[in-house]
């Protein structure tokens, strides 16, 4: 048989035809592929000489799953129906073909990779390999078997689980559960999938016997499945508020595991295909790919990434600590520099409090995190430590002079092509700069807290940062899992300032009349983790009050702040910290503070104001539109350009629901006309702070959205 194949190589053994399949980056079943593979195994078929197959993968990946890229355009079923047959008489025809196939797993076997290994007849994988469907995640469904044999293979509970959460079990689990045969050490891999092959051609083995199709052990009663599904579809409807993909597994589930699986095979792809022209799957697969292309920016291509290797922290507290644990997981080299020994211990303090989940969790042994804090972090009061370092990131206390004195000392310590990163959430950085000889060293790196689980880093570039200094620390960032989000310098960076856009309607609304209430349960009935008065409470009103400040003095009329906001400041409520801001946190669960309810009742009362009712979708309409309003307003001041870029950083940096793509996905979705519309409409209602931004107003009449522009 032909051996050599662009992306599958076969080596013989004993009558066994080894396919070591190797499609980079990570094995994905894209069309090249899957036919090569269909090819080979053909070859193998027809040649009389071999007697069985075993199918492994090359790398960290068996096969990792559909090329998704090849579905994110479709837009009707019938534009799957040709694609989907074909791919689902190839795997069918490994489950009932005329030779036995044992599934080596060498590496994350997921998606497609699962189904794959699950018409094998026998399945072999490496000790801590990662195995699941995870197709939920990116709005899907299993669309090439999952859903039927996955449940033949584990039972129904143990399927529901894997399907609607997309959550990956290890080989150890895997075993115990029935999904796989043999746990084995990767050296060993093929030798046991080559013997299992063998118990097939002795006869040991029967393939109809062990097709997946033919299990029915794990097939449910019509009673035990009528009552497992209504206590699972109650469960998933309540967990899967928004998205579609939970809910049409369990709908394949509970229509199909029939005796005969070919009508249950059809109907799963029928469902999938619902779910692959939906807005949601649209968005989430969007998430997905532009997640992967996150700091890829043209002004860096090309450019080589600097090695860091050593990385100073100054500061140990909240922040400082979590960006040492990054560090320290990362396999870097680390000092930590605080102001006094005091503060040194409290730091490592806070470090190693940082690893008590993973450590409760069994995912790491204490005396490991004892290692690695002796061998990878140095401690000091010295800033003299930090000159042989790579890099060094600030997270002192939030004052420009104090900030930039720590610059300037560091510029005559540390080596010229040392790259210094703040970790500012607030103060211009190309002022920061402007002590600096070199300024081009200089870059923002605002990690968002707590900094050891967010996984937004936005990247912030001054008016003199180099592209190299950029292409190292974005480099750096996904060295230790950020993901990177590049955007210019100016007041409150991009999330901050367009997640201040988006909630900062509410004032209006509640000086409008409107229950603070009925504010806070529409947001959260979008979608967002919190409402704009519980978030305020979280990060202090007095601190959003000084942003808002901030803002009216750097960006204008605009952002004059609104007197209701004056007088909420005036309480000296400002939130958690001081045991009461918008809610009291006296007693056992928040409630409205009379304090600031008095102030907000003596407002309305002082201006004639009387209660407003106001639907969700009206309240949401006016967040908004405000929202959208600053994206456009920052893309016009050049803050960022990237509409992909931008709805990531909402998504990973405030919780914006991601089956809604990010707000200017939303946008795009609500249409710039109706968006444009909204915005007049408030504008003539509460004035300049809600003025369509020009660019909003020239896509509503070109008819462009976001992600055109």
């Known amino acids: 048989m032909k051996t050599d194949f662009k992306t599958i190589k076969v080596q013989l053994k004993d009558g066994v035809a080894v396919l070591f399949m190797d499609n980079p980056p990570v094995n994905q079943l894209s069309d090249h592929f899957v036919k090569e593979l269909a090819e080979a195994m053909a070859e193998a078929y027809k040649d009389d000489s071999v007697k069985a197959m075993v199918l492994t993968g090359t790398g960290k990946n068996f096969i990792a799953g559909a090329d998704i890229t090849q579905i994110k355009d479709v837009k009707t079923k019938d534009e799957l129906?040709?694609?989907?047959?074909?791919?689902?008489?190839?795997?069918?025809?490994?489950?009932?073909?005329?030779?036995?196939?044992?599934?080596?797993?060498?590496?994350?076997?997921?998606?497609?990779?699962?189904?794959?290994?699950?018409?094998?007849?026998?399945?072999?994988?490496?000790?801590?390999?990662?195995?699941?469907?995870p197709e939920v995640q990116i709005g899907l469904i299993p669309g090439a078997g999952g859903t039927q044999r996955l449940p033949r293979l584990i039972g129904l509970r143990y399927a529901i689980e894997m399907i609607t959460i997309g959550r990956p079990i290890k080989a150890a689990v895997a075993l115990q559960r029935g999904l796989v045969d043999e746990v084995v050490a990767p050296d060993t891999l093929v030798d046991a999938a080559v013997k299992a092959a063998g118990r097939f051609v002795s006869g040991e083995l029967n393939i109809k016997t062990r097709a997946t199709r033919n299990r029915h052990y794990w097939i449910p009663s019509a009673a035990e499945k009528k009552a497992m599904m209504n206590f699972t579809k109650a469960m998933v409807a309540a967990q899967a508020k928004g998205y579609i993909a939970p809910l049409k597994a369990v709908e394949a589930m509970e229509k199909g595991l029939n005796y005969d699986i070919e009508p249950d095979l059809e109907l799963e792809a029928d469902l999938f295909g619902d779910c692959v022209i939906s807005d949601v799957a649209k968005n989430l697969i969007g998430i997905f790919l532009n997640t992967r292309a996150a700091g890829r920016l043209p002004r860096i291509e090309g450019i080589e990434p600097a090695k860091i290797k050593k990385v100073a922290m100054l500061g140990g507290g909240v922040m400082g600590s979590g960006i040492v644990n990054l560090l320290l997981k990362g396999g870097f080299a680390t000092?930590?520099?605080?102001i006094n020994q005091e503060a040194i211990e409290k730091g490592v303090g806070s470090v190693r409090a940082t690893?008590?989940?993973?450590?409760?969790?069994?995912?790491?042994?204490?005396?490991?995190?004892?290692?690695?804090?002796?061998?990878?972090?140095?401690?000091?009061?010295?800033?003299?430590?930090?000159?042989?370092?790579?890099?060094?990131?600030?997270?002192?206390?939030?004052?420009?002079?104090?900030?930039?004195?720590?610059?300037?000392?560091l510029e005559g310590i540390c080596r010229s092509d040392v790259i210094f990163a703040t970790n500012t959430s607030a103060l211009p950085i190309t002022e920061m700069a402007s002590v600096l000889k070199d300024p081009s060293r200089m870059i923002g790196l605002h990690f968002f807290n707590p900094a050891h689980r967010m996984q937004l880093l936005e990247v912030i570039c001054a008016e003199k940062t180099s592209d190299q200094t950029l292409a190292t620390c974005v480099?750096?960032?996904?060295?230790?899992?950020?993901?990177?989000?590049?955007?210019?310098?100016?007041?409150?960076?991009?999330?901050?300032?367009?997640?201040?856009?988006?909630?900062?309607?509410?004032?209006?609304?509640?000086?409008?009349?409107?229950?603070?209430?009925?504010?806070?349960?529409?947001?959260?009935?979008?979608?967002?983790?919190?409402?704009?008065?519980?978030?305020a409470d979280l990060t202090g009103i007095d601190i959003g009050y000084h942003v808002g400040k901030t803002y009216e003095k750097r960006l204008g009329e605009r952002y004059k702040m609104h007197p209701l906001t004056e007088l909420i400041y005036q309480t000296g409520c400002y939130g958690r910290k001081t045991g009461a801001g918008y809610f009291d946190y006296s007693g056992d669960q928040p409630v409205p503070n009379l304090k600031i309810v008095e102030v907000v009742q003596k407002y309305l009362k002082d201006n004639k104001v009387s209660p407003k009712e106001m639907?969700?979708?009206?309240?949401?309409?006016?967040?908004?539109?405000?929202?959208?309003?600053?994206?456009?307003?920052?893309?016009?001041?050049?803050?960022?350009?990237?509409?992909?870029?931008?709805?990531?950083?909402?998504?990973y940096g405030t919780g914006f629901p991601p089956y809604r793509g990010g707000i200017l996905?939303?946008?795009?979705?609500?249409?710039?006309?109706?968006?444009?519309?909204?915005?007049?409409?408030?504008?003539?209602?509460?004035?300049?702070?809600?003025?369509?931004?020009?660019l909003v107003k020239e896509m509503a009449e070109s008819g462009k959205t976001f992600y055109q522009y």
């Open 665 to 694: 996905r939303y946008a795009d979705k609500w249409g710039l006309k109706n968006v444009y519309d909204k915005l007049a409409d408030l504008e003539k209602q509460y004035g300049p702070r809600f003025k369509p931004a020009d």
């Open 615 to 651: 639907s969700n979708q009206d309240i949401i309409d006016a967040m908004l539109a405000l929202g959208i309003n600053e994206a456009a307003l920052m893309i016009e001041e050049g803050i960022c350009d990237r509409p992909q870029d931008m709805d990531l950083a909402m998504i």
């Open 475 to 535: 480099a750096f960032a996904r060295a230790i899992k950020k993901i990177p989000i590049v955007v210019n310098d100016g007041p409150g960076f991009y999330v901050s300032r367009q997640l201040g856009g988006l909630f900062g309607g509410a004032v209006y609304l509640t000086a409008d009349g409107v229950d603070g209430a009925a504010v806070e349960g529409a947001i959260t009935d979008f979608g967002m983790p919190m409402g704009p008065a519980s978030l």
């Open 335 to 338: 000092v930590l520099w605080d």
């Open 355 to 409: 690893f008590d989940y993973p450590i409760k969790k069994r995912k790491m042994k204490p005396e490991d995190l004892d290692n690695m804090l002796e061998n990878q972090l140095t401690t000091t009061t010295s800033l003299e430590d930090c000159k042989d370092v790579d890099l060094v990131i600030e997270a002192v206390l939030e004052d420009m002079e104090v900030k930039q004195d720590i610059w300037k000392k």
């Open 81 to 133: 129906s040709s694609g989907m047959k074909a791919m689902m008489q190839f795997i069918n025809s490994i489950e009932i073909g005329p030779k036995p196939v044992v599934a080596a797993i060498n590496g994350n076997c997921l998606g497609g990779g699962l189904e794959i290994a699950m018409v094998c007849h026998y399945r072999v994988v490496v000790d801590g390999v990662d195995l699941g469907q």
